[in-house]
């Protein structure tokens, strides 16, 4: 009779009682009784498939951060700080997460069944104690929301981060917002498709030679500068960014624009000088806020002459409004997105004649996919700029955004309307021209 052979250890089963065992059979329920990534923890052990991106668990304060911070909020806080690390691709861990997520009808977010096993585990595990600072890059902010000096903080928590920093993943307009992408030929570069929208949005707007144009949350420039060179309307530009108030003036200056585009240090509500005949506001609409939106609504109306045209571009989720613990942390304290109908009753609710509503979700994805390639490429010189904690933070910041935006979690759109002339014409040609 041949002696059986002992089973030999593998590290898809892990000896009974290793920390990663521990940690797998929290997250088991989570995904149908299959780890979609594999999961290896301090003290060396290992679970889950070999083929895929592994998560480690540097340190037990990781655990420490979910008993208090349950779901993404730990999770992030966790990652940025280098408790918890990814080896392998990033973005193809997320993928599979979700993937698992959706084959197995469960979902990735910890329910109260999974927090408190949790909770458990972390108690059996020693990882137990106050809970830890939140990370340095983690947004502070006070007083009343969506007040001017709040605003003013989170935009400058976001914007005012570096030039430099944005430079290095932005193309060359400098546009921080959704491209519009019109080839598939290799060639054809972020910086094609960023002028492109440029283009679609002064088309739509129908700007002409002389028109006064109003662009809010003007960023670093790009539509503003774009919409004064090559359309020849006289621009206001608004922004609560010093950063970016400094790098537009330097192009202005550097183009010879002095005559045709003003930035202003100033926000949307405080703008005294109607009116204009058009009016933009690119992926700022976002950081208005729930409360806020009929007001900012309702100034675009004002600031609108009778007849105008007004163009908003803004992201959007399906479920879930807000921004998420994460964002609203790490990028966008105070960020507010809804659904696009409820974006559109907001405008109407104001006075606005909505004309046009177009989809670009697939556009975000190839946008994001671009300045994720150029951030890696970077990674180096970003680290030096802003260290490894704000580089882990948009790390994660851009590979959640794709996937988020991929899988149809977020949307973003170009929302046309105009203000009613008081004969009712809208302006528009009768047959659809962009």
């Not at 059979?25 to 995904?31: K, Q, S, W």
């Not at 096993?117 to 595990?125: D, H, I, Q, Y």
């Amino acid at each position: 009779m041949t002696p059986t052979t002992p089973p030999t250890r593998t590290d898809r089963t892990p000896d009974t009682g290793s920390v990663a065992a521990e940690l797998g059979a929290v997250l088991l329920p989570l995904f149908g009784g299959t780890l979609p990534l594999r999961l290896r923890a301090w003290d060396g052990s290992s679970v889950g498939p070999e083929d895929a991106p592994t998560v480690v668990v540097k340190d037990p304060a990781a655990l420490r951060r979910l008993v208090f911070a349950p779901g993404e909020l730990g999770l992030a806080q966790a990652y940025v700080t280098g408790e918890i690390d990814v080896e392998g691709d990033l973005l193809d861990g997320f993928r599979r997460v979700w993937r698992a997520a959706r084959e197995q009808g469960a979902s990735p977010r910890l329910n109260p069944a999974a927090v408190t096993s949790g909770v458990r585990t972390a108690f059996r595990l020693g990882a137990v104690g106050l809970p830890p600072a939140p990370p340095r890059s983690q947004a502070r902010l006070r007083g009343r929301l969506h007040s001017l000096r709040r605003d003013g903080d989170a935009i400058a928590h976001h914007y005012d981060l570096s030039n430099d920093f944005y430079a290095l993943i932005l193309d060359p307009h400098m546009a921080y917002s959704c491209a519009y992408f019109t080839s598939a030929d290799p060639g054809y570069t972020l910086e094609d498709a960023q002028r492109d929208k440029l283009d679609l949005v002064c088309r739509k707007l129908g700007l002409e030679t002389g028109g006064r144009h109003l662009d809010i949350g003007c960023g670093w420039g790009s539509l503003s500068l774009h919409a004064a060179q090559e359309y020849g309307v006289s621009v206001v530009g608004v922004t609560i960014s010093r950063e970016q108030k400094a790098f537009v003036d330097a192009r202005i200056a550097e183009r010879g624009l002095e005559d045709r585009v003003e930035i202003r240090l100033q926000d949307y509500r405080d703008v005294p000088d109607e009116p204009f005949d058009t009016i933009s506001s690119i992926e700022m609409g976002e950081h208005v806020g729930e409360r806020n939106y009929p007001v900012y609504a309702a100034q675009i109306h004002r600031l609108l002459r009778p007849g105008g045209r007004m163009l908003v571009q803004q992201m959007s989720r399906t479920t879930r409004p807000g921004g998420g613990p994460f964002i609203e942390a790490f990028i966008a304290p105070d960020m507010h997105m809804r659904p696009v109908g409820e974006t559109v009753g907001f405008l109407e609710r104001a006075g606005l004649e909505v004309r046009d509503v177009h989809a670009m979700r697939e556009h975000y994805v190839r946008t994001v996919d671009a300045w994720y390639a150029t951030f890696e490429e970077n990674w180096d010189r970003v680290v030096t700029l802003v260290g490894e904690e704000v580089a882990r933070v948009w790390r994660l910041y851009l590979v959640g955004g794709a996937l988020a935006f991929e899988e149809g979690r977020m949307g973003v759109d170009q929302i046309l309307a105009v203000r009613p002339s008081t004969d009712g014409r809208s302006g528009l040609h009768p047959v659809r021209q962009v």
